[in-house]
């Protein structure tokens, strides 16, 4: 069903870490306001089930299953979702993976892992995007950081040395794409309720985080904005602020 007060009908997304957590739930918020969505992670089960909540809620999406520490996989995705909905208008980049610890215990794969994947990934996404987007004139890419690339939070070094690299790869490539009609966007959210805790035996208390939705909902107000304005870098806590 189309509805012409939807404020991306016909327009695309192209969401990364789009299986599970944060990425599934800006999937379905942006579908919910009439985009297309093109879906990226590695589980090809858990695309497919996002695929079929949005082809149940009557919208479109095409699942895609790509590795994003991988080149080529990468350009697979975009040439996908070009064939299948012709334009990317909105990507997010929400995939990424998160081992917490003391440095002096972390692992070298570990940290190597988080670059790759946090850093590098977003990196190598938003340069096959960019090309696409600066050929319509238009589009808005929005990053997704954490609150630990701002904040100090201890056993988070690592992985807020990734997400430091992602606000500042942001804040770089707004710069360069200012004039081309493309914005960039990055967002901190602080704790979310996603299964990316479920493996960490200390994890803050899961009821006060953010639920997904709250922050797909930022999500949506980023890519949504009216041309002319652009929401570079937000930070989203929950209530009881960082946890
Ligand atoms: N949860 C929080 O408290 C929190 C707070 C601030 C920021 N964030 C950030 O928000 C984003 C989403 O996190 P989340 O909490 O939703 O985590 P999550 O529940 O663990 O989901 C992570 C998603 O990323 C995908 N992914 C991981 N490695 C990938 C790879 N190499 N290639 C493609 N996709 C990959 C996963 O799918 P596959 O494993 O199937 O590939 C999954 O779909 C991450 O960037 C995270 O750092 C999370």
């Known amino acids: 069903m189309t509805d012409a007060r939807r404020a991306l009908e016909g327009r695309v997304a192209l969401v990364t870490g789009a299986g599970r957590g944060l990425g599934r ?7 919910a306001e009439g985009a297309a969505v093109a879906l990226a992670a590695r589980s ?7 695929a079929a909540e949005i082809d149940r809620s009557g919208g479109r999406a095409r699942a895609v299953p790509t590795d994003v520490t991988s080149e080529s996989a990468i350009e697979t995705l975009v040439r ?11 990507l997010v980049t929400a995939a990424g993976t998160a081992v917490f610890g003391p440095v002096a215990d972390g692992k070298t794969a570990d940290w190597d892992a988080m670059l790759a ?17 600066v050929r319509q004139g238009s589009g808005t890419i929005i990053n997704v950081a954490s609150i630990a690339a701002a904040r100090a939070i201890p056993g988070a070094a ?67 904005l009216p041309a002319g304005a652009a929401l570079e870098e937000l930070t989203l806590l929950p209530a009881g602020g960082i946890l």
Do not use: H
């Open 44 to 50: 090809e089960a858990e695309l497919a089930a996002t």
């Open 80 to 90: 996908e979702t070009l064939a299948a909905f012709a334009r990317v208008d909105v």
């Open 117 to 133: 994947v946090n850093l590098r990934g977003v990196m190598l996404t938003c340069r096959a995007v960019v090309p696409v987007m």
């Open 25 to 31: 739930a800006v999937a379905l918020a942006l579908a």
């Open 158 to 224: 690592a992985y807020g040395a990734s997400k430091a690299g992602v606000v500042a790869w942001s804040r770089g490539l707004a710069e360069e794409l200012r004039g081309a009609g493309v914005r960039v966007g990055v967002l901190l959210p602080g704790a979310i309720d996603t299964p990316l805790w479920n493996a960490t035996a200390s994890a803050p208390d899961r009821a006060k985080m953010l639920r997904p939705e709250q922050v797909a909902a930022a999500v949506v107000l980023m890519a949504t």
